[in-house]
Structures are given as structure tokens and as C-alpha cells.
């Protein structure tokens, strides 16, 4: 079967996802509660760890060119793996920094930024429609995350729920990564040969002014959503939704992603990816409205998730479909390192950008701010486009 790799990729992708990235917010109450530490203690760990994935994607990217993506891939599901089964011990405060930081190498190695990157550059302008069925899948990363993280803890305490991801990451992500990524690369191993150039050449696309919108304006959307999905459950608790209600409106923001991906799909026809892209920053814009009402109709919870979920689940197909039309195909691993290391760097910036904005002035102050982030993402993103149309007249 021609889609099996890319199967096998969505539902690595998918368990890896829950492990790694999902379970912090997951289990932030959790560790609040029962490690006694403050929140913006706790999330600057996964500031840490996303900020040291954003630091190692260019190298990732290069592995990538080079045609070791599937081993790379591998091996950071396996240690990633083993670094939450180490959580699963630690006592103090320094521990887990430590291995929160390691977890960050594993998530530049792991995630879709290296996984999208080797199916752009193995099938080239026909990777559009693979990694839509990568994340057709692995948007219900989340709905499993929140789900297991919470009942397990409650059930037999946060360290068997850590545990229990850890072992999954080994025991079932590392060996569906390496069967999908290899296949991946020896399919499209002429291109992967094909596409050599000089070392005076691999940096040039950073002089580019459509580089730079581009990668600022999707790393403050990543800086919005980071935020918006790290403190969403404080959040919500702190307008008095009920528990149960807060965790069955955040399960549902993965199966919104594979909406919003379904109906981009059934759009694509009739609309530009340009078009899918600025939806994509004025939905994260008007999530965040939703959000802000829901404080005194709950009922707006529903069509925030809608928005929230559905903007995410487009933009994460959209960023390296519009990369290849704005930058190119050329040395794609390496653009898309570049841009990873910018569109990380908002996301290792976001969970404690948010504690130290919630610490000023509570979530008052930081919901309109959100606002602001996803229009000003929408400018420079217009003005990268712009800027290309301007230079192919």
C-alpha cells in the first residue's frame, strides 16, 4: 500500500504527541497540587524544553537533508521515552528542569517540524495531501493526552501516569517511527540525493525579507496558541467551569484540528492555500473573543473550541505547504529548521510569557493580549506574501 509509511507516521505522530508535548499541560494542576510548586515554577521547565527544540532544529533540519531523519526520529522518540519514565522519579525542582530539557532536544527530533520536513522533501509538491493524513490522525493526540493524564493520576497518582507515557514512547512510537520514516526516505532517495549545493549557498534564504515575515508571523501565532492551550485549564478554572466540563472542552480541541483539516480539504478547490492562511490567524484571533464571553456564557466554550481547534488544526498543514510556495523546495530541511527555530522559540516563549503576564494582571490583561498577538501574526504573514508577488513582477 503506496500510504502505508505515512500511516505508520500518523500514528506515531499521534502517541508521540500525547506523550512529549500534551502531557504537560495535562498535568499541570496535577503537579501544582502535588509537588507544591508555583505555576510559572512549572511551566518555565516547558518554556525550557521548547525553547532547546527551537535551538536544535537547524541541526535536525540538516540531518534531514542528509537522509538520516528516520534515524534521528527514532532514536529522540526512544529517549524521550525514557526521560518521563525518569520523571516519574524526581523530587525536586532542578530534576525536573533537567528533564524537561532533555524532552526538548526529543520534540525537535520527534514532532511535525521534522516529520513534515522529510515528507516535503521525499515527495516534493505532492507531500501536501501526506501530511494532511498525518494530522487527520494525530489531532486527537490531545483527546487522548487529557483523558488518560487525568484519570490515570486520579486513579494511581501522577508518577504511573507519567510512566505510563514514557512507555509508550518506547514500546510503540519509536518502532511505528522508524518503519514509516524509512520508507519515507528510500522512496524519495533521488531527491534526497539530488538536492546537494554548495555550503556557501545553505544559509542564503536567511537574508530574505519574506523569510522573516513569514517566520514572525507564524511564531506569534505560535506564541498565541502556546499561551491559549498551556493556561487554558487555569483559565477555565478560574471562571468557575466545572472540572469534568473544562477537561471534555479541551479533549475536544484535537478532534476540532481534524475538523478544520476535513473542511480545508473539501475547500482546497475553490480556495488559495494564501486564503486558508489568513482564515487561519483572524480564527486564533476570534477564539480567544469566544473565550472571553464564555466567562458569562458558558455556552461560547463550544464554539471557542470550534475556532481554537479548527485554526490550529489548519495552520499546522499550512506552515510547510506555504513555506514551499513562498521560500521553495531547495533545501527544504534546512528552511525548515530556520523556520522551526523561529515558530518554537514563540512556543518555548508562551507558557511563561503567560505566568508572568497572569501574575501582573491575572487573565484580564493576557486574553486581550492574545487578540493582538494573532493580528499582528496576520500582518507580517500578508507582507511576507506580498513581498513574493512584488518580486515575481
Known amino acids: ?18 506523550c512529549i508535548y500534551y502531557s504537560f499541560p495535562a498535568m499541570l494542576l496535577h503537579w501544582e497540587e502535588a509537588l507544591g510548586w508555583s505555576r510559572a515554577d512549572l511551566t518555565g521547565a516547558i518554556t525550557l524544553a521548547v525553547f532547546l527544540s527551537a535551538f536544535c532544529s537547524p541541526l535536525y533540519g540538516r540531518l534531514i537533508d542528509a537522509g538520516k531523519g528516520a534515524l534521528m526520529m527514532t532514536t529522540a522518540a526512544v529517549l524521550g521515552g525514557g526521560c518521563l519514565i525518569m520523571l516519574s522519579q524526581i523530587e525536586a525542582l532542578w530534576q525536573f528542569y533537567l528533564i524537561w530539557g532533555v524532552i526538548g532536544v526529543c520534540m525537535a527530533g520527534s514532532l511535525y517540524e521534522p516529520c513534515f520536513a522529510l515528507i516535503t522533501r521525499a515527495r516534493g509538491e505532492h507531500a501536501k495531501r501526506a501530511i494532511i493524513l498525518v494530522t487527520l490522525v494525530a489531532g486527537f493526540a490531545g483527546t487522548i493526552s487529557f483523558p488518560v493524564a487525568h484519570s490515570m493520576s486520579l486513579a494511581f497518582g501522577w508518577r504511573i501516569a507519567v510512566m505510563l507515557f514514557g ?37 542564503s534564504f536567511l537574508y530574505s525579507p519574506v523569510f522573516w515575515c513569514l517566520a514572525l508571523g507564524f511564531g506569534l501565532g505560535a506564541l498565541m496558541h502556546g499561551i491559549t492551550l498551556h493556561h487554558l485549564l487555569p483559565i ?17 480541541i484535537g478532534p476540532m484540528q481534524v475538523a478544520g483539516r476535513l473542511a480545508m480539504m473539501a475547500a482546497e478547490r475553490h480556495v488559495s ?45 499550512i506552515r510547510p505547504v506555504i513555506a514551499r510556495e513562498l521560500l521553495g523546495e531547495r533545501q527544504f ?3 525548515s529548521g530556520a523556520l522551526a527555530l523561529v515558530y518554537l522559540t514563540g512556543s518555548a516563549s508562551a507558557p511563561f510569557l503567560g505566568s508572568l503576564v497572569w501574575s501582573w ?33
Open 1 to 18: 500500500m503506496k500510504d502505508r509509511p505515512i500511516l505508520l507516521l500518523a500514528v506515531a505522530q499521534t502517541l508521540i504527541w500525547a
Open 167 to 203: 512507555l509508550t514512547a518506547i514500546l510503540l512510537v519509536a518502532p511505528l517511527m522508524w518503519l514509516g520514516a524509512s520508507a519515507v526516505e528510500r522512496a524519495g532517495k533521488a531527491r534526497l540525493i539530488a538536492d546537494v549545493h554548495p555550503p556557501t549557498t545553505q544559509r
Open 236 to 252: 477555565l478554572d478560574e471562571r468557575a467551569i466545572h472540572p469534568e466540563v473544562a477537561i471534555v472542552a479541551i479533549s475536544f
Open 273 to 317: 492555500n494564501h486564503a486558508i492562511a489568513i482564515t487561519c490567524f483572524i480564527m486564533m484571533a476570534s477564539s480567544v473573543m469566544l473565550l472571553i464571553g464564555a466567562a458569562v456564557t458558558p455556552a461560547l466554550l463550544i464554539a471557542f473550541v470550534l475556532f481554537f481547534g479548527g485554526a490550529y488544526g489548519m495552520v499546522s498543514i
Open 333 to 335: 530541511g534546512a528552511k
Open 361 to 393: 494582571g491575572g487573565y484580564d490583561l493576557l486574553l486581550p493580549g492574545l487578540i493582538l498577538l494573532a493580528l499582528m501574526g496576520l500582518v507580517l504573514y500578508v507582507c511576507a506574501q506580498k513581498l513574493v508577488n512584488k518580486n515575481q513582477h
